[in-house]
T-cell receptor
Framework: DADVTQTPRNRITKTGKRIMLECSQT?????MYWYRQDPGLGLQLIYY???????NKGEISDGYSVSRQAQAKFSLSLESAIPNQTALYFC?????????FGPGTRLTVL | SQQGEEDPQALSIQEGENATMNCSYK?????LQWYRQNSGRGLVHLIL?????REKHSGRLRVTLDTSKKSSSLLITASRAADTASYFC??????????FGPGTRLSVLP
């Protein structure tokens, strides 16, 4: 079984819709992250959490919100999706140092 | 501003040749990490090198770090078609989040 899972893997939605992307991990890591990747580019940090009560904005948090429901779960929400949020979204976990990534969610906003 | 910048952006080589990718960064770091990403998939960590280390090896991978030049290189020896992927460096600094570069797209031709 994968250590870091993301659901859904693919999603197509319309402008203005609310979308939630979910991430679960079985690694027992305290730190969890949400990144977005645009074609041909590196990853940009959206939000990160160092434990259940700790949520922090990353480089590009505008238009996104997160919820850390438990140590193992970290959800990313787009309250009102817009086309320029079309991207590949990755969840990651870490204890310290190396990060472990989920398989990604491909989101298309029409 | 982006911390890590990989060079070249794209690299094509023949199977069996060595591939060298470089990463430059701007500020002092705690460690530097190299990741690999197959098309549309999550990132997989390859090697972490700490700021007090100069070289690390893992199988066919060799990573060097020159903190005076704020640069790192990833060497893949005896490349294989399966090495075709994008390779990212990421830096971790005290008080600063993990920052990814835009990546190097490596194509290994059979």
């Amino acid at each position: 079984d994968a250590d870091v899972t993301q659901t859904p893997r693919n999603r197509i939605t319309k402008t203005g819709k609310r979308i939630m992307l979910e991430c679960s991990q079985t690694k027992g890591h305290d730190r969890m992250y949400w990144y977005r990747q645009d074609p041909g580019l590196g990853l940009q940090l959206i939000y990160y959490s160092f434990d259940v009560k700790d949520i922090n904005k990353g480089e590009i948090s505008d238009g996104y919100s997160v919820s850390r429901q438990a140590q193992a779960k970290f959800s990313l929400s787009l309250e009102s999706a817009i086309p320029n949020q079309t991207a590949l979204y990755f969840c990651a976990t870490s204890r310290t140092g190396l990060k472990f990534f989920g398989p990604g969610t491909r989101l298309t906003v029409l | 501003s982006q911390q890590g910048e990989e060079d070249p952006q794209a690299l094509s080589i023949q199977e069996g040749e060595n591939a060298t990718m470089n990463c430059s960064y701007k500020t002092s770091i705690n460690n530097l990490q190299w990741y690999r990403q197959n098309s549309g998939r999550g990132l997989v960590h390859l090697i972490l090198i700490r700021s007090n280390e100069r070289e690390k090896h893992s199988g066919r991978l060799r990573v060097t770090l020159d903190t005076s030049k704020k640069s790192s290189s990833l060497l893949i020896t005896a490349s294989r078609a399966a090495d075709t992927a994008s390779y990212f460096c990421a830096t971790e600094s005290y008080g600063q989040n993990f920052v990814f570069g835009p990546g190097t797209r490596l194509s290994v031709l059979p």
